[in-house]
Each structure stands twice: as structure tokens, then as C-alpha cells.
């Protein structure tokens, strides 16, 4: 889906170089009074790698435009300008991808457990920085040796109707991010439900969601290839994309289109003939009394001609057929790296992984290892390079916190308009990214839940925020505001927004000492303006 | 344009403390930079332009009906609708039955429909297509929202935020714009900041200003709070202002255009309000799918349209809807249709010529069993974004000269 990296790496870029907003005004500033030349644009530096000429926007050399703006290649390399510019403030050295690796143990832990997992408690980052990061790794990966007992019981315990009612369904999705043993096998629940996904509008009552979910589960870290079989057979997908009514003669393409562009190769790589004859092959793939049942005399068992194999084929077949395209290995491996990591990674990064997911014959957790492994996982490019999801957040927060929660109404009711109603995905692409969560609605709605969470109503969110911290251990106010955004945001934050956080705490304080005046409530206001923080939208 | 909206907003931010509510600084900014559009004027400066989104690829075949042609009836085994039972517009085509409402405004002369509608070289990927539609190329070089571009280009109303106001959950493509984030509002209801103090918007504001650590989306951040800010306040006043008689369904989309209304009404100076309805993806039950969504959408956009009027504000409004393809003139075994290639767009209002453009679609003339388009879609943007919205077509439509269709009647 070419088009849709292209926008995700110009407005990643744009907004990489807007590193400090405010430069990006000056720069703007600078640059409005030079008008470019689409010579001048073609002299732009376009050597580095993740700087492909996509990044310069149409509209930029459209001649129309009154006041054309120039969108620099980040890179050590200074702007060729042609002409003479007024001195620009914008700091042109710093380069837009930072390949710094982080060397802080803290920080990289914290990064870790955010990405392969739901965030993690102060008390939780002292245990794996014990552990250690490679032992940590093999924590999230060989996750069946921790027991998950407690979640389970959590959930049993609540008498929830995961058949019939979706917001049982949440809440028992959203309890198992917040408190499973298993955080790397949750996060990969959430990716497949994001890239296989089904949705309780279409598919409805009955216990198809909660058999994916399971699905999904159990499956978590197998080979592709047998979760693509499965998923075939699933009864939500059967519904979800028409299988169980796909007759012969008169097929139905939605899940053979689907199974290419999203869940497999992508947009543009194959033909429309491909999507007409596969479909022929998922013919009869029905589903009786709630479960898959291959209905024979609705299977269409003529010869098939689809990306160039020839051959009676059934929908397993096509998967098979669909595995051994290079197309495929590259687009797992893509999504898999995105969902981690970072966006646009660098061709010798998808090659890497194309290749490891092949060679382990078409292994998740070779996948997995791999990444979170790979010195690129660790870079700043990779750390805060995207946006928190809603259940990232909501599921962060509460552990982060240490809050007991049975993700009551109360909690829930902020997912849907922050944008992740899980379970009922806007459509068939799954749920959004990055940039996609963020707007005036979910934003606002992303400070309510954190507003929220820092009231405490101890019904819906217990915990107790004057004793996280000892009074012992802060002589100033730094030491609380250190305190807090050591426990949110793995302690790192600039000078610039330590001085805002300090000042406001001050404002509150009105001279109060620390020892006396730090109430709950204005501990309450401090950790709500931490996390309602941009730093703390990002992942 | 982006400049001098963030000097404004750094510099309220730092006069504060002078101030009795953050909010009322906003609410008067906007007020203001709607009075001072010296460089915006009339007659465009109380038009408003409504999207509607058909999400997930609307049947034209069975929206606008070619009843007359057997043809139709042979490729739609029992999903065609009799001839009896279509709402006839001209002797040969007729609408969906449910699509009464929409029957009142064709025979009122505020329906137009634009024939096979679609683009060279058609995509059946939903969301490759939706991106083509939404960024106004099929060639895939321009990137952001083509009303993102138009958005760019209205120079001197950079501190109107609400140059659009899209409704719904997520932000549409085509209204895209990094720079300029409009409002998005699912309910008017839940759109405030919830604890909000001085202290606290005043901290929080210089935060997203401030150059954090990395930042990647911080441009976008920094823009979306803003964006709340200012629209949450003034759209609270404008529900609170707002009274009407009409009555609008309990539906999803009736209530999407009723803020929209609300908005328009409350003069917040929206050039652009988006909506959207789903559900188009009709590849099995059409027969029950398909109507509810036409009905839905046909009595929203009555109650919409009648609202305006009885504000006196339907001649400032045109509503045009848009779908990401049209379906399989053949339907599938599974009482449903798989994507197709052209459709009919609506252009809804006081400002339209009702009438049938372009040229029918041919049933006897497919193309791998789909329709042709005859009609540039950006046919039909070039006329709106110029004639509509007195904006400067080729710019926004990379630099292309498309044909304009005589929809719009000469003020």
C-alpha cells in the first residue's frame, strides 16, 4: 500500500521537522520570502535513504501556490538554497531519523515493555532491569511458561457475557491488557485483531468475536501461514467477509480480495483475475451450527489459474500459493516492524526480516525475536515514534499506575471516542495509526480519560497517588516532578518542559512547603498534566 | 498562513494571566477573524460546502435506476427493483423507493445527480480508491486531502478554525491538513475538556508548544490542541444558541448533519462540513443492507435541508455526496454485489439546478463486467471548488483543467 506509506512518511517527516513547532515557524518564516525554483527543488539533497523525492509535496513546486514552502530533506547536509536566504533559525543540522541507539537501561527497558507489551510499573522496570533485557526478551516470547491464572480469575470472576453483550467483550480484552503475566501475547492478540480484523456490527451476537479473540490467542506467535488457514475457517471471518455465503458459479470476492490486500500482499500486487479465481477456490467454505463446515456441493473444483500457478485448488491452496510470494514475507514483515518499532523502515531492515520470516518458514516469533532484538527496535528513531493507540493508553495508565480496575463503564466509555470501540472496527482495514488517533475529538477525549484517571474515583480507579511517592525522598520540587515522570515517561523529558511542570507545581504549591503541601489533589493536577502531555500520546 | 495563527496563539498564551477564561479568549478569536476576512468576500462568504461519504462502495445501479433497460433486470436477478416500485424522475430513471425524501427534493428542482461518475484506470481496493477520491489524483503524487489543499489556499482566514468541521470519529482524508487540523466532533454533548482550570490549559498549551524530546507528531499535536481549545467553546455557545422545530430522525447520520446545522446556523464561519455512512459494502444481503443506508442518508438530508431553510440559511448550503466506487453491474450468489467501477454523485440544495447530467450508464457497454465512467470526478470538484466556493480549481487539483457540469445556478 504504497499510497498509504507515502502519507504516513510525509506527515511523519513534516512533523519530525517541526521537532520544536515553533521552528518550524520560524523556518516557515525564513523560507517565505524565497520562492523556489523547481530547479531548486530538484537540488534538494535526496540521498538519504528514508527521504525518497515523496517527500516533496506537489504543491510545492505548483506554481499557483502564493507562498511555496519548501519541505527540506532532514540530514546532516544543509539545504541547497539557489538563492540567497535570510538566516534560518530552523536547526537544519538535526537529523530528522536519529539512529542514536539509547544506551539508557531505564529508558530502553521502558521502551520495551511499552511496545511488546502494555507499559509496566516503576516496581515492574526494577524487576526486568534485574532480570535483564535479554532474559526480559525471552520472558515475552516463551510467554506460556508465565502463568496467567490471576487474569483469568479476574475475568471469571466479573460473570461477564462474552457471547451476547460487546461491552463484556471489552472489558475482558481490556482486563487482560491491563493485568496478564502474557504482555507480548496480548499485543499480538491486539495486532491480529487490528490486521485480521472482524467486527461485531456485521458479524454480531453469539460467541464468533470472543472464538476470534481466542483464535487469535492461541495463535498469537504461530506460523502465518496456519493462522491464515484458520482465520479462513473462522466463523466471525466467515461472516465478517462473506465465505459462508461464497457459492460456486457465482462467487463472492470479498475474502479473496481481502486475504490479498490486507492480510497478505497489499494493494497493486495482484490482479483483479487473481481475486475472481481465488475466490472460486474459498467456494463452499460455510458455516453450519456456528462452526466452519466445507459445504461440498457448493465448492467449486475446476482448475484455477491464480498468480500463474494452474491447478484444482481449495482455499488452503491459495494461502500456500499466497505464502510463496515474495510480496507476502515483505508485507508481514512490514507490518510486524511498523507495530513495533517505527514507520517506513529502511529496505535492508524489511529484506532482513522478509528473509528471517522465510527461513523459519514463516515463523511469527522468528519475526518477533527479531525485532525486538535488532539494534533498530533500540534507536531513537524508534522511541516515541508513534502515537498510543486507545488501548494503549488506557491499559498503560492503569498499569503504569498500579490501579485496581475492573475497567468499569466509567473507564470504557472514553474507548469509542478516542477512536477504538475494540472489537468493532471502523471497517475492514482494522484499527487506524499513528497520526489517524489524533485529532481535535480524540485528543480531547484522550485528556477527559487521563482527567479521569487522575481524579480517582475510587470505584473505577483505585489507587492511591499520595502514597507513590515518599515524602522522604523530595526536597524540592524537581524531585516530585522527577518522581512522576520517571514512573510516566521513563524519566525523559527536555529542560524546557521539566521547567513547565516545575512551574505549574510551584503555582500550586503557593509557597507551600512540600512536606505539607502536597495534597492529593494537587498531586491529582500535576499527574493529569503529565499525562496529557504530547510525550505522553506517544508510544 | 500557519504563522500568524500560532503567533496568536502564543501570544494569548503568554497575556494569560489578563484574562478571566482561556475559552472566551478563543471564543472571541474566532468571533473576530470571522468579522476581519477582509480578503474573503462575498459572495462566497457565507457558503458552506457538505460532504457526505457513501463509505464502502454505494450500488448506483440500484440507487438511480435504469428501470427502463431490460438489461437491468437481467443482470440483477432478484435484486433489481421493479419497475412499479421506483420513484420515477424522467421517463427512464427512477430512484430506490426508500429514497422518498430525496423523490420531494428532485420534484422541488434541488436534486441533481451526476451520471457515472469514476476516474480512468478504477481501483476495486476500497481503500486505494477512497484515497484516490480523497486526494483528488488517481496518479497517486499529491498527498493530503484535496479540501486539505483548498483549506491552504484561503488566505486570510487562518485564524478560523472552523474553515471546516468534519463530524464523526476520525479525521477524513480529504479535509487532511497538517498545518490546519479542522474540528472533528462526534457530540456536541461530550466536546469539552473535562476539569479544565486556567492553570491547567496555560501549562498545558505552552507543553505542546514546547520542543519535547524527539517529537515526532509534534506539529500535529501542538495544531489538534489548539483545535480543541478553540472549537470546544464556541461550538458549546452555538448549541446552546441554536433552536429549531425540525425534527430529525434518530439516526447516526441525522445527527451528524444536525451539528453540522448547528454550526452553520451559529454563523461559525464552516466553509466545509464532512459526514459520513457506512455500511456500503453490500457484497451479500443487499436487499436489506442497501435501503436502510439510502433511507437513512435520504431523510437526514431532508431534515438537514429543511432546518436550513427555516433558518434562512438553504441558500448558503450545497450538499454533494461521494462513494469510493460503485458496484458489479452483475450481482454475485450471495444476494449481493462486489465492487465495481462508476456511480452517480448527488448534489443536493437551494443553490442546484435539479435535472440528470452526463451520460447515463450503459449496460450494453461494460468493461469487464463493469460500468465506464463518462464523468471526470474531478468533473464535479472543479465546479464546486470554483463556482461554489470561488476557490481557485487548478491549484488544488494539481495543476489540471477539469470540465465544469452546469449544476450550479448563476448567482
Not at chain 1, 291 to 319: A, W
Not at chain 2, 23 to 44: G, W
Not at chain 2, 65 to 82: E, G, Q
Not at chain 2, 243 to 258: F, G, M, V, W
Amino acid at each position: 500500500m504504497l499510497f498509504n506509506k507515502d502519507r504516513r512518511l510525509f506527515l511523519q517527516t513534516a512533523a519530525k521537522l517541526g521537532l520544536s513547532a515553533g521552528a518550524l515557524i520560524i523556518f516557515e518564516q525564513a523560507c517565505s520570502n524565497m520562492v523556489p525554483t523547481e530547479e531548486a527543488v530538484s537540488l534538494m539533497p535526496t540521498s538519504q535513504p528514508k527521504l525518497t523525492p515523496t517527500l516533496v509535496p506537489a504543491q510545492v513546486i505548483d506554481s499557483t501556490s502564493q507562498t511555496p514552502v519548501p519541505y527540506p530533506t532532514a540530514g546532516p547536509t544543509p539545504m541547497v538554497g539557489p538563492t540567497s536566504q535570510p538566516e534560518m533559525a530552523y536547526p537544519m543540522n538535526t537529523p530528522a531519523v536519529n539512529k542514536k541507539v539509547i544506551d539508557d537501561p531505564r529508558v530502553r527497558m521502558g521502551h520495551l515493555l511499552r511496545r511488546a507489551g502494555f507499559g509496566a510499573s516503576k516496581e515492574e522496570i526494577d524487576k526486568h532491569l534485574s532480570m535483564g533485557e535479554a532474559e526480559t526478551i525471552s520472558y515475552l516470547l516463551d510467554y506460556d511458561k508465565s502463568d496467567d491464572s490471576e487474569v483469568e480469575s479476574r475475568i471469571e470472576s466479573l460473570n461477564l457475557d462474552l457471547s451476547d453483550k460487546l461491552a463484556d467483550l471489552q472489558r475482558m480484552a481490556m482486563l487482560r491488557m491491563i493485568y496478564t503475566n502474557r504482555p507480548l501475547q496480548e499485543k499480538m492478540v491486539l495486532f491480529w485483531h487490528g490486521l485480521l480484523t472482524s467486527g461485531w456490527k456485521k458479524v454480531g451476537k453469539g460467541p464468533y468475536m470472543l472464538q476470534q479473540d481466542e483464535l487469535f490467542r492461541s495463535h498469537a506467535f504461530g506460523n502465518y501461514d496456519d493462522l491464515l488457514k484458520a482465520v479462513a475457517r473462522d466463523s466471525a471471518m466467515l461472516i465478517w467477509l462473506d465465505s459462508r455465503v461464497n457459492k460456486k458459479n457465482k462467487p463472492n470476492e470479498n475474502f479473496a480480495r481481502e486475504l490479498m490486500e490486507l492480510f497478505s500482499m497489499g494493494v497493486g500486487t495482484f490482479t483483479e483475475e487473481d481475486v475472481k479465481e481465488s475466490s472460486r477456490a474459498f467456494t463452499g467454505w460455510s458455516l453450519k451450527k456456528k462452526v466452519f463446515h466445507f459445504q461440498e456441493n457448493q465448492h467449486d473444483f475446476g482448475v484455477k489459474t491464480f498468480l500463474g500457478n494452474i491447478g484444482n485448488y481449495d482455499g488452503d491452496d491459495v494461502v500456500d500459493i499466497i505464502m510463496e510470494q515474495p510480496v507476502t514475507s515483505r508485507f508481514i514483515s512490514r507490518k510486524l516492524f511498523e507495530f513495533f518499532a517505527y514507520d517506513n523502515p529502511e529496505e535492508e531492515v524489511i529484506a532482513r526480516l522478509a528473509k528471517t520470516f522465510n527461513d523459519s518458514g514463516y515463523s511469527i516469533t522468528a519475526l518477533l525475536k527479531d525485532i525486538l532484538t535488532s539494534e533498530e527496535f533500540y534507536t531513537q528513531q524508534a522511541y516515541r515514534s508513534k502515537i498510543k493507540s486507545p488501548a494503549e493508553l488506557i491499559a498503560g495508565t492503569i498499569r503504569a499506575l498500579g490501579i485496581e480496575s475492573t475497567v468499569t463503564y466509567q473507564v470504557r466509555k472514553y474507548m469509542g471516542p478516542m477512536g477504538q470501540e475494540l472489537f468493532n472496527p471502523f471497517d475492514v482495514s482494522g484499527w487506524p495509526e499513528n497520526e489517524e488517533w489524533i485529532n481535535s475529538s480524540t485528543l480531547l477525549n484522550r485528556l477527559n480519560f487521563v482527567n479521569a484517571v487522575a481524579e480517582g474515583n475510587r470505584r473505577h480507579f483505585d489507587y492511591d497517588l499520595v502514597n507513590m511517592i515518599d515524602l522522604k525522598t523530595v526536597n524540592e520540587t524537581k524531585d516530585v516532578i522527577d518522581h512522576f515522570v520517571d514512573i510516566l515517561l521513563d524519566g525523559e523529558i527536555s529542560e524546557e518542559e521539566k521547567g513547565i511542570y516545575i512551574a505549574y507545581l510551584d503555582g500550586l504549591l503557593k509557597g507551600e512547603d512540600l512536606q505539607t503541601g502536597l495534597t492529593k489533589d494537587r498531586l491529582a493536577s500535576l499527574v493529569y498534566l503529565v499525562m496529557s502531555s504530547p510525550d505522553y500520546q506517544l508510544a | 498562513m500557519l504563522i500568524s495563527r500560532r503567533n496568536f496563539l502564543k501570544s494569548t498564551a503568554t497575556l494569560l494571566p489578563a484574562f478571566a477564561s482561556l475559552p472566551m479568549v478563543f471564543r472571541r478569536a474566532v468571533a473576530s477573524s470571522m468579522l476581519e476576512s477582509s480578503s474573503y468576500s462575498s459572495p462566497y462568504q457565507n457558503r458552506t460546502l457538505i460532504i457526505i461519504q457513501m463509505a464502502g462502495g454505494n450500488d448506483g445501479l440500484n440507487t438511480v435506476i435504469p428501470y427502463t433497460d431490460s438489461k437491468y433486470y437481467d443482470h440483477r436477478s432478484y435484486l433489481a427493483v421493479s419497475d412499479e416500485d421506483v420513484l420515477d424522475l424522467n421517463g427512464e430513471l427512477g430512484l430506490h423507493p426508500v429514497l422518498g425524501k430525496m423523490k420531494l427534493l428532485w420534484d422541488q428542482g434541488l436534486l441533481a445527480v451526476v451520471q457515472g461518475v469514476g476516474y480512468e484506470n478504477q481501483s476495486y481496493s476500497h481503500f486505494e480508491s477512497m484515497h484516490i477520491w480523497q486526494t483528488a489524483d488517481n496518479k497517486g503524487k499529491l498527498e493530503e486531502g484535496w479540501l486539505g489543499r483548498y483549506f491552504e489556499s484561503l488566505k486570510g482566514m487562518e485564524d478560523n478554525i472552523f474553515q471546516g468541521l468534519a463530524v464523526g470519529k476520525l479525521m477524513p482524508y480529504e479535509c487532511s491538513n497538517l498545518n490546519a487540523p479542522i474540528p472533528v466532533v462526534s457530540s456536541i454533548d461530550k466536546y469539552r475538556l473535562e476539569g479544565s482550570t486556567q492553570q491547567r490549559s496555560e501549562a498545558l498549551l505552552k507543553l505542546y508548544s514546547s520542543s519535547p524530546l524527539g517529537a515526532p507528531y509534534g506539529v500535529l499535536l501542538d495544531n489538534t490542541i489548539e483545535a480543541v481549545y478553540k472549537s470546544s467553546e464556541a461550538l458549546q455557545t452555538a448549541d446552546k444558541n441554536y433552536q429549531s422545530d425540525i425534527q430529525y430522525p434518530e439516526t447516526s447520520l441525522s445527527k451528524s448533519l444536525k451539528v453540522l446545522a448547528e454550526a452553520i446556523i451559529g454563523d461559525l464561519g464552516v466553509r466545509v462540513g464532512h459526514v459520513k455512512i457506512g455500511g456500503f459494502d453490500t457484497h451479500s444481503d443487499q436487499i436489506v443492507e442497501q435501503p436502510a443506508l439510502l433511507q437513512e442518508m435520504s431523510e437526514a438530508i431532508y431534515a438537514f435541508y429543511e432546518d436550513l431553510k427555516a433558518a434562512g440559511r438553504d441558500q448558503d448550503v450545497l450538499i454533494m455526496t461521494w462513494s469510493e466506487f460503485g458496484r458489479r453491474v452483475k450481482s454475485n450468489g450471495s444476494g449481493g454485489t462486489d465492487h465495481g467501477a462508476a456511480a452517480p454523485m448527488f448534489l443536493i440544495g437551494s443553490p442546484v439546478v435539479g435535472g440528470i447530467y452526463g451520460e447515463n450508464p450503459n449496460l450494453r457497454n461494460l468493461d469487464k463486467d463493469n460500468l465506464r465512467f463518462t464523468t471526470d470526478f474531478r468533473s464535479v470538484y472543479s465546479t464546486v471548488l470554483e463556482e461554489w466556493l470561488g476557490a481557485a480549481p487548478e491549484a488544488i487539483l494539481g495543476g489540471q483543467r477539469f470540465e465544469h457540469i452546469p449544476f450550479l445556478a448563476k448567482v
